[in-house]
């Protein structure tokens, strides 16, 4: 019965979930799937991964309920948290044991399916000493719904020498408010990557993941974000290096054709051998945007290496001439600078996740070529 | 009919009046080489063929392959034939050469055969432009019209800011997509180049020059007297017959 009403589900809301890079046949490890506050699929089948829904693994794992959850993320750190701590926690714990890498990616999805409703999503991810892992999330809604609200908090931990790839694909409605927290410890040696895409519309997306990065580690924070009507995004990142030779790389771009983005960045260097870079850059397509970049570097040591390099501006009329003249309309010769600049050519990442965010922009673009 | 004839033609850019009143015409599978110094609105010829922004057509025609494409948008004008080798091509960071390549090619030939031809096989995966030297930038420009096919070529100063070693790749490929190891009777493509120095014409046959000074053609003719007559004298010689000429259109200095 569960089966059937998950297949029609699925089958319903088919295209919504592949253009976030659920089903569609894609490879996958493993699966999490939740509707508004009802996990309908959870399975894994590789050795070495389990994901089940993480009010069973506070059951199962006292270590869970002790150490990872609300640890990263505290409970009351802001009226979103302190409503997720109230509430019954729904979401995934995805474990992988010490020396296990999976190429195949986990794929994730939340969707949100009831109209005004606030989904609230706990999510753990815990990777075992020198595992390997990517996991592709991806947050929408169902196609008849355009009000709501979706809190998302979100526990990383990458033990010593592990590494994640971790993808995120938004494809929210122009009604839909977003508020994810999220809290990532990136152990000694460890590496985090992080990729963001959010390439239609919202009402407010909210969010400034953090990182801890340990000796040696490294966390990489690229994320796209195209604007458009009135959305408001205040996006960024921070990464704290609180290990020696520990190293951290945030690229943001934004392409706004209406709306406001804020994109904040932080990279802070607390100890020697600590290296970081960040880039911001910005292009504003219409009169109606708005991009505020805000990087900033701290350091806290003599021995430290930060840098940033921040642009905002408008499409080059040199640049769109010079493609014209090879015979692309104005709109062919725009689409292909947008998603030129929207390529960050993130390195490390399976192809067909790529390839995800690949169509993503294509389609959000207009006058592709 | 030439393939291109122009008459008549004013540009301005800006308030300044650049061209002041061009005739032009050039055939089928002929090449045409432009003289003139610095600032004589050789490069303003170019812009207003190709119909680039910023280039205000104030009186004339351009008619190309018996249509007037005065008025037309840049991409048509691309699109029905003419190419543009820029002097000085921007950067356009983000989109790798390969992609804007197999965006405008004209047909299905193997990039790699003609980006091996120019040593730019190694640069398909780059930004356009960005990081070029000047003869990488020269090289990706022909690259660029090898894969367009246009049947006129305009090339403006492909020489200049490159080493004889550049100079000599560009012009081996030029002289393949002209067709110049054919009778001329049998070649297709034609081309307009502009040059200030004539480097170009020790590596490429033209069939005319045409002297262009002050907004001006001043005359036509065979491009080895031309050369040999500018590397003697300068431009300073065409320099009187422009005042000539301006003494002729406005009036000055005649007696009342």
């Known amino acids: ?369 | 009919m030439g393939l291109l004839d122009i008459k008549g033609l004013k540009v301005s850019a800006g308030s300044h009046e650049i061209l002041k009143g061009i005739d032009f015409s050039i055939e089928e599978g002929r090449t045409t080489v432009v003289f003139g110094p610095n600032g004589s609105g050789k490069s303003t010829l170019m812009g207003a063929i190709l119909g680039l922004p910023g280039f205000n057509i104030t009186a004339g025609s351009i008619i190309f392959k018996g249509r007037d494409i005065t008025a037309l948008p840049v991409h048509e004008r691309s699109r029905m034939g003419i190419g543009l080798a820029f002097q000085y091509p921007p950067a356009v960071k983000g989109v790798r050469l390969s992609t804007l390549l197999d965006n405008i090619k004209n047909g299905d030939e193997d990039l790699h055969t003609y980006s091996e031809m120019l040593n730019m096989d190694q640069y398909l995966d780059r930004d356009i432009n960005l990081g070029f030297s000047g003869g990488e930038r020269k090289r990706s420009e022909i690259l660029q019209l090898m894969v367009q096919k246009p049947d006129l070529l305009l090339l403006d100063e492909p020489e200049s800011g490159v080493d004889i070693e550049n100079i000599s790749i560009i012009s081996r490929a030029l002289n393949l997509i002209l067709e110049k190891d054919k009778p001329l009777r049998k070649r297709k493509r034609s081309a307009i180049i502009i040059t200030h120095t004539g480097y170009i014409l020790d590596y490429m046959r033209a069939d005319t020059a045409c002297v262009i000074v002050g907004g001006y053609i001043l005359g036509c003719g065979s491009p080895s007297e031309i050369l040999a007559e500018i590397r003697e004298k300068g431009y300073s010689q065409c320099m009187e017959c422009y005042r000539d000429m301006v003494r002729r259109d406005t009036g000055a200095g005649q007696e009342t």
């Open chain 1, 1 to 369: 019965m569960q089966d059937k009403r998950l297949d029609e589900i699925i089958s319903n809301e088919n295209s919504r979930l592949e253009e976030i890079g659920y089903g569609g046949g894609l490879p996958s490890c493993g699966n999490f799937l939740v509707m508004d506050a009802s996990v309908l699929e959870s399975m894994y089948a590789a050795s070495g991964l389990e994901i089940i829904p993480i009010s069973d693994a506070i059951e199962k794992y006292p270590r869970v309920r002790d150490e990872l959850y609300f640890s990263l993320v505290k409970k009351d750190k802001n009226e979103y948290t302190r409503l997720a701590s109230g509430a019954r926690p729904v979401g995934y714990y995805i474990r992988v044991e010490p020396g296990v890498k999976i190429e195949d990616p986990v794929q994730a999805a939340f969707m949100l399916a009831s109209t005004g409703g606030t989904q609230v999503i706990h999510n753990i991810i815990d990777l075992g000493q020198g595992s390997g892992l990517n996991i592709l999330n991806g947050c929408t809604t169902s196609c008849q719904v355009f009000q709501g609200k979706h809190v998302g908090i979100t526990e990383v931990y990458v033990s010593e020498g592990a590494s994640l790839s971790y993808t995120m694909l938004h494809n929210w409605g122009k009604d839909i408010e977003v508020y994810p927290v999220t809290g990532i410890h990136v152990e000694k040696n460890a590496r985090f990557v992080s990729n963001y895409a959010a390439m239609t519309a919202v009402k407010k997306l909210v969010a400034y993941p953090t990182a801890w990065v340990e000796a040696g580690g490294s966390a990489r924070f690229h994320s796209i974000i195209y604007s458009k009507n009135n959305s408001h995004f205040d996006m960024g990142a921070r990464a704290v290096l609180k290990g020696e030779d520990s190293g951290a790389e945030i690229i943001s771009r934004v392409v706004s054709e209406a709306g406001i983005v804020i994109s904040r960045q932080m990279i802070e260097g607390l100890t020697t051998g600590c290296k970081g870079h960040m880039e911001c850059s910005g292009l504003l397509l219409d009169e109606k945007a708005v991009i505020h970049t805000i990087p900033e570097l701290k350091g806290a040591h003599p021995d430290i290496n930060l840098s940033h390099e921040a642009a905002v501006g408008r499409i080059s009329s040199k640049e769109l001439s010079y493609l014209m003249a090879r015979g692309l309309t104005e709109e062919e010769a725009r689409s292909l600078i947008i998603r030129g600049f929207l390529d960050i050519g993130i390195e490390g990442i399976p192809p067909r996740i790529h390839d995800i965010i690949e169509d993503t922009i294509k389609k959000s673009v207009r006058g592709s070529v």
